[in-house]
């Protein structure tokens, strides 16, 4: 039972590329997330899914993407890098959709968008 | 500015003793959760209180909820070196299916001094 694992770690990306964030959690937990986190700002959600085939934007959704294919997967993707994008990125999951149960973290993504 | 605001920002205690940290917030809730960040890593969630708690116990922590001030506590009783991390609350104002609004605080940086 691996919980939530994102890859990459670390990634270093030019303004105006492109990439995905990998998400996977092996819970079978319903409900995935999207945060980033940044210095003196706390966490902030940027898209959530509460099952396959359902996203719904967050506070700060503007130049991301998500796709809820599957269950257990939830990428994240940046369309056009730009560096205010520099972050580093928390995927999470909590079984089923209701307030209250725990939420499930992922180690993070650094993200630098020079 | 957040909906959830911890104070102190910083917080240096010799191990051993009790580490208090408090979280305001501005909306009403359905219940308040803190979470520890160690370095470099993801969040890790401690303890849920509803709204209708007041109190509520973990091993070494424990946590208050005062709605009418809209505020609340985390007491770490005999610190460990091990408990440096930075801590989170998240407040939580969503109910319904497919509603997330948990909101996260700033953060308080505690170090256990050896």
């Known amino acids: 039972n691996a919980g939530v694992t994102q890859t990459p770690k670390f990634q270093v990306l030019k303004t105006g590329q492109s990439m995905t964030l990998q998400c996977a959690q092996d819970m079978n937990h319903e409900y995935m997330s999207w945060y980033r986190q940044d210095p003196g700002m706390g966490l902030r959600l940027i898209h959530y899914?509460?099952?396959?085939?359902?996203?719904d934007q967050g506070e700060v959704p503007n130049g991301y993407n998500v796709s809820r294919s599957t269950t257990e997967d939830f990428p994240l993707r940046l369309l056009s890098a730009a560096p205010s994008q520099t972050s580093v990125y928390f995927c999470?999951?909590?079984?089923?959709?209701?307030?209250?149960?725990?939420?499930?973290f992922g180690e993070g993504s650094w993200l630098t968008v020079v | 500015s957040q909906q959830g605001e911890e104070d102190p920002q910083a917080l240096s205690i010799q191990e051993g003793e009790n580490a208090t940290m408090n979280c305001s917030y501005k909306?009403?809730?359905?219940?308040l959760q803190w979470y520890r960040q160690n370095s470099g890593r993801g969040l890790v969630h401690l303890i849920l209180?509803?709204?209708?708690?007041r109190e509520k116990h973990s091993g070494r922590l424990r946590v208050t909820l005062d709605t009418s001030k809209k505020s609340s506590s985390l007491l770490i009783t005999a610190s460990r070196a091990a408990d440096t991390a930075s801590y989170f609350c998240a407040t939580d104002v969503g109910s319904n299916f497919g509603n997330e609004k948990l909101t996260f605080g700033t953060g308080t940086r505690l170090t256990i001094i050896p």
């Open positions: 999470a999951s909590r079984r089923g959709a209701i307030s209250g149960n725990t939420i499930y």
């Open positions: 899914s509460v099952g396959a085939g359902i996203t």
């Open positions: 209180i509803r709204s209708n708690e």
């Open positions: 909306t009403s809730i359905n219940n």
